[in-house]
């Protein structure tokens, strides 16, 4: 139990699934938007010493695909969840263990709603908290997928630096603000299984321009 409710890990079949008062959060036979999240959006950056932020822990799949990135110098995880972090530590998430032992990893225990503003700068910000704005198994979590906390998580990017937001369900609302805060805004959909029912996942993938910082250098070198 914690404050948020009942936490629970359990096996079905030969998966690991997480449930949060009884809603399904995941499971790890469907892992591969968890670590597309980090492939697709690790593939778009052209950089090295990658400082990255992840927004939940979960299962660790993101995280995992993050430390599989030789160029990943730090991979900083945000988790609300004290349980799910003694789970990881205590070995009870098989597929993923020893990524909280990565040198490499750093952890926050707390909401990212609070810690965002208080890390360094990150060059990827993977943000992966709940299902999704229309599927929220946190009702406090709806904030994080509106314009004002994405356009804090620009702020915590390095210019050129690049944000990915998961969600269970294709969103227009969450569309439209990435779009209103990074200008543009790709929204990858992905196929999947889940026993007898197809669905697709969605990530929305963008980058923080720099034009308009280094626009606004120029400007200040004219003026000097
Ligand atoms: C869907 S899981 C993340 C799955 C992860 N991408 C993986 O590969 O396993 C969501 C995680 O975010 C955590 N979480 C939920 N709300 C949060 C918040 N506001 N701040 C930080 N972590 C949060 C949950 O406890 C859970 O561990």
């Known amino acids: 139990m914690s404050e948020r409710g009942e936490l629970v890990l359990q096996r079905r079949d030969d998966a690991l699934e ?23 959006t690790l593939g778009r950056v052209d950089r090295d010493g990658l400082r990255v932020l992840i927004g939940g822990l979960g299962l660790g799949f993101t995280l995992r695909e993050v430390l599989a990135d030789q160029r990943v110098a730090e991979a900083r995880v945000v988790e609300i969840e004290p349980d799910l972090l003694d789970w990881h530590r205590r070995g009870l998430v098989p597929d993923t263990e020893g990524v909280l032992d990565d040198p490499r990893t750093r952890v926050n225990l707390g909401d990212i709603a609070e810690v965002l503003d208080t890390l360094e700068p990150c060059d990827v910000l993977l943000l992966d908290v709940d299902n999704g704005p229309d599927f929220l198994v946190y009702e406090d979590n709806s904030a994080l997928y509106e314009a004002s906390f994405l356009g ?60 308009l910082e280094q626009a606004g250098f120029e400007d200040s070198l004219q003026h000097q």
């Not at 959060?25 to 999240?37: C, G, K, N, S």
Request: proline share 4%.
């Open 18 to 40: 997480l449930r949060v008062n009884g809603v399904f959060v995941m499971d790890t036979a469907h892992t591969e938007t968890e670590r597309l999240l980090a492939g697709e």
């Open 152 to 211: 804090r998580c620009a702020d915590a990017l390095v210019p050129g630096g690049t944000a990915a937001v998961w969600s269970a369900d294709a969103s227009p609302q969450l569309l439209a603000a990435m779009r209103e805060v990074f200008g543009e805004c790709a929204e990858l959909v992905i196929p999947v299984t889940l026993g007898q029912r197809e669905t697709t996942y969605h990530l929305f993938v963008a980058r923080k321009q720099v034009e």
